[in-house]
């Protein structure tokens, strides 16, 4: 069976007059009944009961009517629903958000109010190939490859309970809270690795007393006096109207991580992808 075929067939169903049907399809006659006797060869059966002056559906071409409508309404619909969706992927842009969530999710707020038309799909997956650009993080010193680009060096506050000792402290040295429990990022997370590699680089291995997904947490629970922990400066900002939490600015070792974009060269031909990447590295340098 071909599409042409089956759309014939519908015309000739719905006005069951075969010279009105070609006249509506544009054809000639007999190529219109021709095209209606080789469907019916095809399929085995009569779709039609002829009479002296025209045609009638029968109980198969009834059937076969019943099926085709949905389906060729369908069919008739798609070249629409597929510019749609061309048009939703040119404007989509696919961010893979492995740290600094809360200070790119402010830029996308931002750059959101300005371009209400794009379209942001979010994931959070180290495994994860099919981005546009992806924000994440090492120590500093890295070499960076030629898709990837320094966005921002943030410094690493430690988070204390205001009736900690530490809390009159301008400043602080990690290697003196070799002993305190720590409020950690869960060991699945990035940002648990690097802060982990602060402590040891202190000559200790911290010593996890709570371990959490959510920044939230992690400050809810040093401001129950539970432990203290890292904070960093631009990805979850300033402490919220907390007075149970102290900032103090680490001293030694350095506690810093580079926030690093990445993207495929390919898609930086795409207007709407190129336009939020120079916004986003105008966001963060602004920050400074």
Known sequence: MELLQLKYFLAAAKYEHITQAAKVLHIAQPALS????????????????????????????????ERLLPIMSALDHLPAELQAVNENASRTIRLNL????????SCIISYKSLHPDIIFQLSQDQNDTVYDLSISSAIPGNVLDSKSLLLLQENFFLAVPANSPYSLRQSISLEETRNEGYISFSGSKPIRTICDQFCLAAGFTP???FESDSPEAVR????????IGFWP??????????????????DSPVCRRDI??????????KKPISDFYQYLIQYIRDLN
Not at 42 to 60: C, P, S, T, Y
Not at 98 to 105: E, K, R, Y
């Open 34 to 65: 021709q095209s209606i006797h080789r469907l019916e060869s095809e399929l085995g059966v009569l779709l039609f009961d002829r009479k002296n002056r025209g045609i009638a559906l029968n109980d198969m071409g009834k059937r076969l009517e």
């Open 98 to 105: 492995l740290t600094a969530t809360a200070l790119v999710t």
């Open 207 to 209: 010593r996890i007393a």
């Open 220 to 227: 809810n629970l040093i401001a129950a006096g539970l432990g």
């Open 233 to 250: 400066k631009y990805s979850w900002g300033p402490l919220p109207d907390l007075p149970q939490v102290v900032l103090l600015p680490i």
């Open 260 to 269: 690093i974009i990445t993207y495929e060269q390919l898609v930086m031909n």
